[in-house]
């Protein structure tokens, strides 16, 4: 082989280990972490793993179950790694020694369906309840979807020395408190996932609620947390799995039409629907009718329903609002909640006129709730204006803005306040 | 680098194929020591019934090493030791709402079977219960 092929395979070589990265790593690193008992060194193996693919691989070929192989290096490179710790400090070699025997015992991760429990039991485990919200979310980034610590820095604009230490002070927790590398059990899996479906919910809405502007790695999030609820119904599809998955595809259906170039809301009611990704639309029904033919209804399942009940209406005009105010009422049943109600109150404005939704407002201000939510307010002025209270409208226009915080929120809410006022 | 010595010692979470070893788990009860003077006598001597129940299962199946209630809290005395001086003060060493009133000392594979545990302790349903692992256990 003269030195110009040798670049040539190299260059090759390279191009398929990463491609292979991209597609394999984070499996990969779910059967690491479990074989190895731990989140540090399962990475340090996993890297390794790769720096001898590209090595290797360019010199014998690539195997013919390449993640068969990154799991087997990375094992015992992390092997490698305790033993020269070990050198140091004799407590390791009991550990160096448990590792090796078990590595030469029957090879179970080569069955796919091990991995694919891995990859659940790693979810599970970066969601653990025992863990805070915010480290929930840095770690499932982190570990499960592969992205950088500063990448999770930039998007919640923290800095990167403080996410580092998040996800280090989780990772520690995990080790020290005995948080198990498990799918729970049966009797507990409902709270468990839900805790999980809150995670990918949290970080869905991250995204989605992103403003424009510097927001492009905020909007990945969106994706991925899609990527992931894609993953939760393929590797567990419970009904409410498929709920959360249709509730973030019909959403984000509307991505193309819901802002203007300059990141100005456009309302559902002035969205060209003709920009609605009909894919994820079909694809959003789909799972839902997929999930309530299971007959376990549950809130994400419901709230998909009455998104894909607006997707489905060929114009504003002609939105199914006695439908939309029916879904709300076994939402109430299921998950009641003061921002159900206020939806339900808007639904039901739309289907019976404006003042029968303002009585049920109102009492959900009277009973002093969501006092601080902006949206109760911006939906109180909405109605007032449409029965053509003007001051009711501009009052309550005015209470919204103190307490909106996204500037394209306040921008609109400042735009309807000036129309009025004009 | 994450890793410590410190873990050498510990089975987290190498799973059950690898080692059985448990860890021990203190789970330490706190309560409102004015709501519990204040509840209906019964309904206290059948809680008391039903932790002396729950004790006796757990040291049953071996799973608890120990467990003991506590005098209350207006029978504590915190001690500190400043430029080798010992001062004395009555009472806890912070006012909180809710009590240190007891505890249980349990073994267990991992967080979930400790948590498992601890979520069956009765007054678990009226204070907390903290969960606290042991150093090097």
């Known amino acids: ?422 | 680098m994450g890793w410590s010595p410190a873990m050498a010692g510990k089975q987290w979470p190498f799973p059950g194929d690898i080692t059985e070893a448990d860890m021990k788990y203190l789970c330490l009860i706190y309560s409102d020591e004015k709501r519990m003077n204040t509840m209906d006598p019964d309904e206290l001597q059948a809680l008391g019934d039903e932790c002396e129940v729950y004790c006796q299962q757990l040291m049953d199946s071996g799973v608890c090493l120990a467990v003991q209630a506590l005098e209350s809290v207006s029978t504590a005395t915190t001690v500190r030791i400043r430029n080798g001086k010992m001062t004395l003060t009555d009472g806890p060493f912070a006012e909180t709402k809710e009590q240190l009133g007891g505890f249980y000392l349990i073994e267990a594979s991992d967080l979930n079977e400790a948590l498992r545990i601890a979520s069956g302790i009765p007054p678990a349903r009226i204070g907390s219960v903290e969960v606290r692992p042991l150093l090097d256990s």
């Open chain 1, 1 to 422: 082989m003269n030195s110009n092929d040798r670049s040539r395979r190299t260059a090759e070589v390279r191009s398929a280990v990463e491609a292979i990265y991209r597609r394999e790593s984070r499996r990969v690193l779910a059967t690491l972490i479990r074989l190895l008992g731990d989140f540090e060194l399962a990475e340090e193996g996993l890297h390794d793993a790769f720096a001898a693919a590209l090595e290797q691989w360019g010199r014998d070929g690539i195997p013919s179950n390449p993640r068969a192989w990154l799991v087997s290096a990375g094992r015992f490179k992390a092997i490698d790694n305790i033993r020269k710790r070990s050198r140091f400090q004799a407590s390791l070699s009991e550990l160096v020694r448990q590792l090796e025997e078990q590595a030469g015992e029957c090879e179970q991760w080569e069955y796919d369906d091990d991995i694919a429990d891995d990859r659940l039991r790693l979810i599970f485990t970066c969601c653990h309840p025992a863990l805070s919200a915010d480290a929930r979310v840095a770690l499932t980034l982190r570990e499960v979807c592969g992205l950088t610590t500063e990448e999770i820095a930039r998007a919640y604009l923290v800095k990167t020395s403080a996410m580092a230490q998040r996800i280090v002070r989780a990772k520690s927790k995990i080790r020290d408190a005995g948080i198990p590398y498990e799918v729970p059990a049966a009797q507990e899996l409902p709270a468990r996932l839900d805790a999980v479906l809150q995670v990918v919910y949290l970080l869905f809405n991250e995204g989605y609620s992103a403003s424009s502007g510097a927001s492009v790695l905020r909007r990945d999030l969106s994706a991925e947390a899609i990527r992931l609820g894609e993953l939760l119904v393929q590797l567990l599809p419970e009904p409410e799995a498929m709920g959360l998955l249709a509730l973030m595809l019909l959403h984000d259906s509307r991505r193309a039409a819901r802002a203007t170039e300059d990141g100005e809301i456009i309302l559902l009611e002035d969205q060209d629907r003709s920009l609605w990704n009909r894919e994820q639309i079909a694809l959003g029904v789909e799972l839902i009718q997929r999930s309530l033919a299971t007959r376990q209804v549950g809130p994400y399942t419901l709230q998909a329903a009455i998104v894909a009940i607006h997707a489905e209406a060929p114009s504003a005009e002609e939105t199914d609002w006695s439908e939309i105010v029916g879904l709300y009422d076994v939402l109430m049943r299921v998950a009641p909640s003061p921002v159900v109600e206020l939806n339900r109150a808007v639904a039901v404005a739309m289907r019976d006129g404006p003042e029968h939704g303002l009585v049920m407002v109102d009492a959900i201000q009277q009973r002093g709730e969501l006092a601080d939510y902006h949206l109760l307010y911006a939906a109180r002025a909405d109605l007032c204006r449409r029965m053509g209270d003007v001051s009711g409208a501009v009052h309550a226009y005015r209470q919204a803005l103190d307490r909106a915080l996204q500037e394209p929120e306040r921008r609109f809410l400042q735009r309807r306040l000036s129309e009025l006022e004009g």
